[in-house]
C-alpha cells in the first residue's frame, strides 16, 4: 500500500566534504608505501607514490593537463645567458644615462634571467598573449596549435602558466599586470589568474571596442571587443584616465564657484539605504527656490518626523524614483544647509515636474576608468595596424594593438606614476614601448620599459626593434599640428550683457588675441603656423596649427638589444663564462651601459689596480672584492659611489654543480 508524503520521514543528511575518504585512502596507501621499502620494492615505492600525488591533486578551480616545453627540458642542462647585440644599442638621449631594453629569445628564458634581477622590481605589466584562436597562431614546442588538436586548451594554459607565476614574482607589492585576451580564453584565464594572484586582486576586466567594424563568427554575432584584465598586489592602486571629448563635452556649465559642471538630480540612482537620507523637500513651483523643512529624527521607527507644512506655492518631493521605488538623495541634511546657495538648485525633471539638481563638477581632468572603453581610438585597425604600417610599412605584423588603448591601459596600471618601470613579455609588435614613451613626452615623465620577444618570422630585428627605433628619430612626412590655446565658454546671459557693457567683449577679445600672439611666438621656428579665433555651439576658441617636417614626432630614447644565449652546464670554464656574463645582468637590473665614461665595473680585485675612473662616477663591484680592498685601493675609490652586484646572479645554479 503506497504511503502519503506525510507519512514518509526524510533521512538525516550531513553535507560534508569527502576529505575523510581520501584521507583513509591515502592512510592505506603510506602503509603500502612503508611495506614496499622495508622490502626494497623500489619501483612499487615510486608507483605507490605517484598514486598518492595524483589522488592529492587539485579538486577545486582550474584543473588541466600539464604540458612540458622543450624551453624548460633546454634548462635541465642549460644555463641561459643574455648577448648583448651592440650593433642595435641606439642612444638618442645621451644626457639621460638610463637605458630601455629589447629582450630577443623566447620569454621564458628572458624571464628566468628577470627573477634575478628584477624580482619585486617591476611597476606595471602589460602583455597581449597568443589568443589560441585555433588558426595556427601560435606555436607550442614549435608546432602550430590548431583547432583539431585536443590539448589546445591545457597546451596554452601550460604556456601561459609557467610565465605569469613568474611575473607575478616580479611585481612590486604596489604592482599591477594587464593581460589583454578575447572569448577563447577569457574564462580559462580568469581562473589561472585567480590562482595565482588571488581573485580577491582582480580589480576588473575592461571591456574594449577594439574592432568597431566588427568580425564575423560561427555564430552570427559580429565580435568587435576584446578584453583587458587588471589583477594588482596587496597595495596595488588603479590610475585614472583621460576624459574624451563626449565626456567633457557633458560639463557645459560654469560659474564663480568652482569647475565645470552638469546637473545632476539630487536623488541618488540605486540606494535604498541609510535612512537619514530620506526626508521632504519642498520646492517653489516657480522653480526659484528650495528648502528642508523642520524635521524631527524618530529613532525608534528610523525616520524623520515633518513638523511643518509646505507653504502656498510650495511643492512636496522625495527621493522616490520613476518606478515608484523609495530611494534616498544624494546628501545629508547638513551638507545640503552648506552646499545649498553655490551647488543646488531647481529644474524641470523628465517628467516635466519640479525636482531638486545639484551640480555635478568635473573636479578633475582625469577619471577613474570605466569597465567598458569604446572610444573610436580604441580601434585596433585605425590606431594599431595603420599606424604601425605608417611607421615601419605595411604588412609586417598582423593585428597590433591600438597605442591609445594601451596607453590608457598604462595609465591605469602604473596609478600615473612617472618614473614606473614596465614590463611586457609578449611584446610583438612593440606597441607598449611606443605607448611609455608617449607618455614620457605628454608629462615630461621618466618611464622605462622591458620588451621581451621571440624572433619568429624576424619579428624581433624587423618589427620590434624597427618600430622603437623609427619611433625614436620620428618618422618623416608632413603634417599638420592643431591645437585650442584658448577657449571660454559664453553663455546667452553673458551675450546680453555685452550690449551694455560692451568693455567685457572688448576684454575677452583682448585675451584670445593674446593668446594668439603667445602662440605665434612659441612656434616662430615651425612652419605655415596660424591661429585663427573661432564662436560655435556658445564657445569661443582660438585654435593654432602648424606644419612639421615629420609624420610622427620624435620620442628620442636610449635602447639597448638583448639575446638570449645559453651555457651547457657540464662547461669546463662555467665560473669563468658566468662571471663575464654578469655584465649584462647588471646593465639590465640598473637601466645603464657600463661603457658609459661616467659607470664601470669591478668583478675581480686586480681591476682596481689595474683601471684609471679619471671621469667615473660610479662603479658596480662584487661584494667580496669589496670587503678585500686594501686601504690604498679604498683611497683609489674614495670619491666614487659604490654599488654592490648581487652574489645571486648565478648563485643557485653554480651550488647545484657543486661551484
Known sequence: MAKNEESIKPLEFEEKSKANERLKTLEYLQNLVENAQ???????????????????NKKYGLVWEEHNEDVEELMKKNIPLFKENKEKMFVDVPEDKSFNFLLEGDNLHSLHLLEKTHKSQIDAIYIDPPYNTGAKTWR?????????????????????????????????????????????????????????????NHLGTVIIKSNPQGRSSVTGFQVSHEYALFYGRKNSKIGRIK???????????????????????????????????????????????????????????????????????????????????????????????????????????????????????????????????????????TFG?????DIIGKGKFNYPK?????????????????????????????????????????????????LATNNENNIAEEVTYERLRNISKGVAGKTKHEEVVFEKKINLSQLKSFTKKPEKLSDLIDMAEVAKSEYQKKNSDKEKVTSKTQFKDGILKVVGSYYSEHKFEPLPMNLKYYKTDYIEKNNEALEFELLNN?????ELQNGVDLDSSTIDIILELYEVDEKKFESVNTIYIRRQVRVVLTPEQEKKLSSIKLIDIPESFFAREMKELGL
Open 243 to 381: 576624459r574624451n571629448n563626449a565626456q567633457k563635452s557633458r560639463y557645459k556649465e560654469q560659474d564663480e564657484f568652482g569647475s565645470p559642471f552638469e546637473w545632476r538630480n539630487f536623488r541618488a540612482q540605486y540606494s535604498t539605504e541609510s535612512p537619514t537620507m530620506v526626508y521632504p523637500i519642498y520646492v517653489k513651483k516657480d522653480l526659484s527656490d528650495f528648502r528642508i523643512p523642520k524635521l524631527e529624527w524618530n529613532d525608534k521607527k528610523k525616520e524623520y518626523i515633518v513638523l511643518e507644512e509646505p507653504m502656498e506655492g510650495e511643492s512636496v518631493t522625495w527621493p522616490i524614483d520613476a518606478e515608484g521605488r523609495m530611494r534616498t538623495w544624494k546628501w545629508s541634511i547638513d551638507t545640503v544647509n552648506k552646499s545649498k546657495d553655490t551647488e543646488m538648485g531647481v529644474r524641470l525633471d523628465r517628467q516635466k515636474k519640479p525636482a531638486v539638481y545639484y551640480k555635478g563638477r568635473m573636479i578633475n581632468e582625469d577619471m577613474l576608468p570605466f569597465t567598458f572603453w569604446d572610444a573610436p581610438e580604441y580601434s585596433a585597425s
Open 582 to 586: 654578469v655584465r649584462t645582468l647588471v
Open 385 to 389: 595596424a595603420n599606424l604601425l604600417a
Open 402 to 450: 591600438s597605442l591609445h588603448a594601451v596607453e590608457d591601459a598604462l595609465r591605469v596600471a602604473t596609478g600615473n606614476n612617472k618614473d614606473a618601470l614596465i614590463l611586457d613579455f609578449f611584446a610583438g609588435s612593440g606597441t607598449t614601448g611606443h605607448a611609455v614613451m608617449t607618455l614620457n613626452k605628454e608629462d615630461n615623465g621618466d618611464r622605462r620599459f622591458i
Open 140 to 200: 607550442y614546442n614549435n608546432t602550430y596549435v590548431d583547432s583539431q588538436d585536443t590539448f589546445k586548451h591545457s597546451k596554452w594554459i601550460s604556456f601561459m602558466n609557467s610565465r605569469l607565476k613568474i611575473a607575478k614574482d616580479l611585481l612590486r607589492d604596489t604592482g599591477i599586470i594587464v593581460v589583454t585576451i578575447d572569448d577563447y580564453e577569457i574564462e580559462n584565464l580568469t581562473l589561472l589568474m585567480n590562482e595565482i594572484f588571488g581573485e580577491e
Open 38 to 56: 622495508s622490502e626494497r620494492r623500489m619501483e612499487d615505492v615510486k608507483n605507490l607514490n605517484e598514486i598518492k600525488r595524483l589522488i592529492n
